[in-house]
């Protein structure tokens, strides 16, 4: 009996001892990538098995590499005992390509996979490294299924940035966060930082961004498609949802060509931002920025903003804006179409759509100080509930828009000729409410063209069209 009783105490107490030991091992320090890194050496085909690896410090993979991971298990970690090396800009990236180069070259760019990946990179001071993902000099890069977080504390760091020479490039469904806070960083960049940017070759094109998520706190955009020094062209931003949060950027997603007129080289042009979600818990200058300010000597082409839904409110009442273009002589083709833009909040945003462009079959919903203002071109939208402000203001052709419960369905009072033809406006039941509002500002002197315009006024006095004394002589 006493024997009985020794063996399942023995039993017992090695089962005790295997498990404290699987739970040692589960729970030991992270895996060293190295043996990975041995894997790599040779290209092709490498599997990461599931586990947390430490990354000392950056992987080139060569051409020809698929790298694979289990999603979530699979995790490859950066932070700040990462050893960068002495500054080359594939240096400052995590993971980059072997072939990596500033000039593209067909005989030595890489052709990459990666998926099922997670990176995570956390960042307490600004040494480690400044990007997980940077490529230059690619024929095809293909980057599936994959995670890519930042998280600075203050300290700021970009996810993915298709650094120059970027060609044959698809993202698609991974998961972008950039949880910063800091003042700088970008989630995606597209580019083309080139030595010769004038040189067509080295252009950044063909790249497709679809079906991720993104989510952003922290400045810097969470998409950036941009010339930099070189060429950029048909990119398609498509089906993404991104949400801000936390510290917002000043501008969620842009196009634009160069900044500070640095180099007369750059150019964007074919950029489509096709049918993403975007949601913002507050909005600081733009969700859409196309073009730069302070850029007027580089080349800005063909840009189109379609279907997208786009949900953002404001904490207090500013000149911010949901779509923003920026007028410039060397920007041609700027399309807005078939968008819903809603304020969800209480506060009136600045403007629903501003600046250059065509603008046609939008639905803008809620309070703007005006929904859309001094584009070139304003058909067919649909603009509601914009109780406190203006539906359209001073935009040059005006016809075929539906106009419901606005303050005032359009006001023109800056220098110009206006044609307002075949509106459909229905008033808002407010004593102030206006139909057309035509008015000289310190001699500006508006000359508007007003015809076939259908104004309800819901059964209350309200003034269909009000114009000014002194500029009656300028309505036609």
Same mark, same amino acid.
């Given at each position: 009996?006493?024997?009985?009783?020794?063996?399942?105490?023995?039993?017992?107490?090695?089962?005790?001892?295997?498990?404290?030991?699987?739970?040692?091992?589960?729970?030991?320090?992270?895996?060293?990538?190295?043996?990975?890194?041995?894997?790599?050496?040779?290209?092709?085909?490498?599997?990461?098995?599931?586990?947390?690896? #430490?990354?000392?410090?950056?992987?080139?993979?060569?051409?020809?590499?698929?790298?694979?991971?289990?999603?979530?298990?699979?995790?490859?970690?950066?932070?700040?005992?990462?050893?960068?090396?002495?500054?080359?800009?594939?240096?400052?990236?995590?993971?980059?390509?072997?072939?990596?180069?500033?000039?593209?070259?067909?005989?030595?760019?890489?052709?990459?996979?990666?998926?099922?990946?997670?990176?995570?990179?956390?960042?307490?001071?600004?040494?480690?490294?400044?990007?997980?993902?940077?490529?230059?000099?690619?024929?095809?890069?293909?980057?599936?299924?994959?995670?890519?977080?930042?998280?600075?504390?203050?300290?700021?760091?970009?996810?993915?940035?298709?650094?120059?020479?970027?060609?044959?490039?698809?993202?698609?469904?991974?998961?972008?966060?950039?949880?910063?806070?800091?003042?700088?960083?970008?989630?995606?960049?597209?580019?083309?930082?080139?030595?010769?940017?004038?040189?067509?070759?080295?252009?950044?094109?063909?790249?497709?961004?679809?079906?991720?998520?993104?989510?952003?706190?922290?400045?810097?955009?969470?998409?950036?498609?941009?010339?930099?020094?070189?060429?950029?062209?048909?990119?398609?931003?498509?089906?993404?949802?991104?949400?801000?949060?936390?510290?917002?950027?000043?501008?969620?997603?842009?196009?634009?060509?160069?900044?500070?007129?640095?180099?007369?080289?750059?150019?964007?042009?074919?950029?489509?931002?096709?049918?993403?979600?975007?949601?913002?818990?507050?909005?600081? =200058?733009?969700?859409?920025?196309?073009?730069?300010?302070?850029?007027?000597?580089?080349?800005?082409?063909?840009?189109?903003?379609?279907?997208?839904?786009?949900?953002?409110?404001?904490?207090?009442?500013?000149?911010?804006?949901?779509?923003?273009?920026?007028?410039?002589?060397?920007?041609?083709?700027?399309?807005?179409?078939?968008?819903?833009?809603?304020?969800?909040?209480?506060?009136?945003?600045?403007?629903?759509?501003?600046?250059?462009?065509?603008?046609?079959?939008?639905?803008?919903?809620?309070?703007?100080?005006?929904?859309?203002?001094?584009?070139?071109?304003?058909?067919?939208? #649909?603009?509601?509930?914009?109780?406190?402000?203006?539906?359209?203001?001073?935009?040059?052709?005006?016809?075929?828009?539906?106009?419901?419960?606005?303050?005032?369905?359009?006001?023109?009072?800056?220098?110009?000729?206006?044609?307002?033809?075949?509106?459909?406006?229905?008033?808002?039941?407010?004593?102030?409410?206006?139909?057309?509002?035509?008015?000289?500002?310190?001699?500006?002197?508006?000359?508007?063209?007003?015809?076939?315009?259908?104004?309800?006024?819901?059964?209350? =006095?309200?003034?269909?069209?009000?114009?000014?004394?002194?500029?009656?002589?300028?309505?036609?």
């Amino acid at each position: 009996m006493p024997y009985k009783w020794l063996g399942l105490t023995l039993c017992i107490a090695l089962l005790y001892v295997g498990l404290m030991m699987a739970k040692g091992a589960k729970e030991s320090p992270m895996e060293s990538f190295s043996s990975i890194r041995r894997q790599l050496a040779s290209g092709g085909y490498v599997f990461v098995p599931p586990g947390d690896y #430490t990354l000392a410090r950056t992987i080139r993979l060569k051409s020809g590499t698929v790298l694979e991971g289990r999603r979530g298990c699979s995790r490859i970690i950066i932070d700040d005992t990462f050893q960068k090396g002495p500054y080359y800009p594939e240096n400052e990236f995590a993971v980059s390509n072997a072939g990596f180069s500033q000039e593209y070259d067909s005989a030595t760019a890489d052709d990459i996979t990666i998926r099922g990946l997670t990176f995570v990179l956390t960042k307490k001071n600004k040494d480690p490294i400044w990007c997980l993902l940077g490529m230059a000099n690619i024929k095809k890069l293909v980057v599936e299924d994959c995670d890519f977080i930042v998280q600075g504390q203050g300290i700021g760091g970009s996810n993915i940035d298709l650094y120059a020479g970027c060609k044959n490039v698809r993202i698609t469904n991974c998961y972008i966060k950039n949880d910063t806070g800091a003042p700088y960083g970008a989630a995606v960049m597209v580019r083309s930082l080139n030595i010769d940017g004038a040189n067509p070759h080295n252009a950044t094109e063909q790249v497709v961004l679809a079906h991720n998520i993104i989510e952003k706190n922290g400045n810097d955009e969470a998409i950036a498609v941009w010339g930099c020094t070189g060429r950029v062209k048909d990119v398609v931003v498509q089906n993404n949802s991104i949400k801000t949060y936390g510290r917002v950027p000043d501008v969620v997603l842009s196009a634009f060509a160069g900044e500070f007129n640095d180099c007369s080289a750059a150019q964007t042009n074919n950029v489509v931002f096709d049918g993403n979600t975007v949601t913002a818990d507050d909005l600081r =200058y733009a969700i859409f920025q196309v073009g730069q300010d302070t850029d007027t000597i580089s080349r800005l082409d063909d840009v189109t903003i379609s279907n997208n839904k786009i949900d953002v409110k404001v904490a207090a009442s500013d000149r911010s804006t949901v779509i923003r273009t920026i007028g410039q002589d060397n920007y041609t083709n700027i399309k807005i179409t078939d968008n819903e833009i809603t304020n969800t909040g209480r506060v009136p945003i600045g403007y629903g759509v501003l600046g250059q462009g065509l603008v046609t079959d939008n639905v803008i919903n809620g309070l703007f100080e005006a929904s859309i203002a001094c584009v070139d071109t304003c058909h067919n939208n #649909t603009i509601n509930d914009n109780t406190t402000g203006t539906a359209i203001e001073n935009v040059a052709h005006i016809r075929a828009n539906v106009i419901n419960n606005c303050l005032v369905g359009v006001k023109c009072f800056v220098t110009g000729v206006f044609n307002v033809a075949e509106n459909s406006i229905n008033m808002a039941d407010h004593g102030d409410s206006m139909g057309i509002m035509a008015i000289d500002i310190a001699g500006s002197r508006p000359v508007v063209y007003i015809s076939g315009n259908e104004i309800n006024t819901g059964g209350h =006095y309200h003034a269909k069209i009000l114009i000014k004394e002194e500029i009656t002589n300028w309505i036609k």
